[in-house]
């Protein structure tokens, strides 16, 4: 996300406008955690992960009450349009600044999940799914000199995207996603033929979904059906941290400096998404109110090929 304020502050302030950051979300809206922020403030942060501006999560702002105080606190401070980084949730948040109030405001779709409609890729996607790609590597040394098999959780609560993703890079032989299905039995059955073909070593992937530490009994269930020891790594948070990949990098600036442009420009409540190579405008109403589907391509692919 660093990547993105940098490169929405600059693209204002090149435009002549006044940048202004909104510290901790809706959270600072409402405590009036405002600053403002000059080129020097964006030195050396393209390189962090997480945020300079922090974020949280603002209950308060469900209510009408509270985003009429946010915006009655941001024509205060002169603010008179929005860049907002964030995913389904700060989207729905936007998207009724615009619906209710006609405050100017545009998404700028960061999750690692990706699992935002309407664009091809999130920012902190390919980070996550490289960071997690590297455990996996050096997991896969561990199995293969020990004869085991190993399950890894990566994150993913109600998306598959990193695992899907992670799965195939990593050549797991098997993938377990919230929206496609498959049964330990299925995962027994590839991992007895795996080893009927001699290999001696396999690794599962698995999203996290609703319960974190799910692997546990993934691996309990494949122990009492194959007496296999299943040995279990929880990737958790490490995934949301680090210095971000080139791909995140150029992708958030593209996508900040387009979301000040498109802004200036007079575009409102919209999300800046990719298609392909290219960056497309989509509603937030859309991006909020549609599910992006998780396509089978990639595990089938990662299944036919680790066979």
């Not at 979300?25 to 405002?34: E, N």
């Not at 993934?218 to 941290?241: E, F, P, S, Y």
Request: proline share 2%.
């Amino acid at each position: 996300m660093n990547a993105a304020i940098r490169a929405s502050v600059r693209m204002t302030l090149a435009r002549g406008v006044e940048a202004i950051g909104i510290y901790s979300g809706y959270i600072g809206m409402l405590d009036k955690k405002f600053q403002s922020l000059q080129l020097r403030d964006m030195a050396n942060i393209i390189q962090r992960g997480g945020t300079v501006l922090k974020t949280g999560r603002c209950a308060e702002f469900l209510r009408p009450e509270y985003r009429a105080k946010a915006i009655s606190n941001l024509n205060d401070a002169g603010i008179d349009a929005l860049v907002c980084i964030g995913g389904n949730g700060s989207f729905t948040g936007a998207h009724l600044l615009w619906e209710e109030f006609q405050f100017p405001i545009i998404g700028v779709p960061g999750t690692i999940d990706n699992d935002i409609y309407g664009t091809d890729n999130t920012i902190g996607f390919d980070t996550a799914v490289n960071t997690a790609l590297d455990a996996i590597d050096r997991i896969r040394d561990t199995a293969a000199a020990h004869d085991r098999l190993f399950i890894v959780e990566v994150m993913g609560r109600n998306s598959g995207f990193i695992a899907s993703s992670v799965g195939l890079a990593g050549g797991a032989e098997e993938i377990f996603t919230p929206d496609i299905a498959t049964t330990v039995e299925k995962a027994v059955e590839r991992i007895k033929n795996a080893q009927k073909r001699g290999k001696t070593s396999s690794i599962i992937v698995t999203a996290e979904q609703q319960k974190p530490g799910r692997a546990y009994d993934l691996a309990d269930a494949i122990r009492k059906k194959t007496n296999i020891d299943a040995k279990v790594c929880i990737l958790g948070h490490q995934q949301r941290g680090g210095s971000p990949s080139a791909a995140d990098r150029i992708l958030a600036s593209r996508m900040g400096a387009a979301a000040v442009e498109d802004i200036l420009n007079g575009y409102c409540d919209v999300m800046i998404g990719t298609e392909g190579a290219k960056l497309v405008r989509v509603p937030l109403q859309a991006a909020t109110q549609n599910k992006k589907e998780e396509g089978g391509d990639l595990i089938r692919l990662a299944l036919l090929l680790a066979t």
